[in-house]
């Protein structure tokens, strides 16, 4: 089996590669091809993965292969190890892979945990007859 290539970048040319691909992103003509395939996808996620992804994954592949990734799955695939690798220690790696990730995943609805109250406590011990005995 070949071995794949993959480029051995610092920290700081890994910061550089994300602002090229987050720029890339954002060109005129990358939010036209990234729009149009969101609104063919709709909300539909076997349609995202179809259609946005793909987009999304040659945008991303047309600045990676810039720094040595090869312009394929396999170049993505080590391109977005290499960023989990550095975004759990890096603020900043994290900040722009949450950006790039921003452009073709979709928002994911907040989780909101309900934590009661002490009124609302007391008014459920109150209202399920679990009441303190009386002598």
Same mark, same amino acid.
Not at 47 to 57: L, N, R, S, Y
Not at 103 to 128: A, D, G, I, R, W
């Given at each position: ?9 610092s920290?700081?040319?890994?910061r ?13 003509e990358?939010?036209t ?6 609104d063919n ?14 987009v999304a $994954?040659?945008?991303q592949?047309?600045?990676i292969?810039?720094? #040595? ?7 993505a ?10 975004e759990?220690i890096? =603020? ?16 994911? =609805?907040?989780m909101? %945990?309900?934590? =009661? ?6 008014? %459920? $011990? ?5 009441? #303190?005995?009386?002598?």
């Amino acid at each position: 089996m070949a071995q794949v290539f993959q480029p051995n970048l610092s920290q700081e040319q890994l910061r550089g590669v994300l602002r090229d691909v987050v720029a890339a992103y954002d060109l005129p003509e990358n939010e036209t091809r990234m729009e149009e395939a969101k609104d063919n996808a709709g909300n539909d996620m076997m349609k995202m993965m179809q259609i946005v992804f793909p987009v999304a $994954t040659q945008i991303q592949q047309e600045v990676i292969q810039k720094y #040595g990734f090869t312009p394929d799955g396999d170049g993505a695939i080590k391109f977005a190890q290499l960023v989990r690798q550095y975004e759990n220690i890096d =603020p900043e790696i994290a900040q722009m892979a949450a950006q790039v990730k921003s452009k073709f995943l979709p928002p994911m =609805p907040q989780m909101t %945990s309900f934590v =009661p109250t002490v009124s609302q406590t007391s008014q %459920s $011990t109150h209202e399920s007859g679990a009441q #303190g005995a009386t002598v």
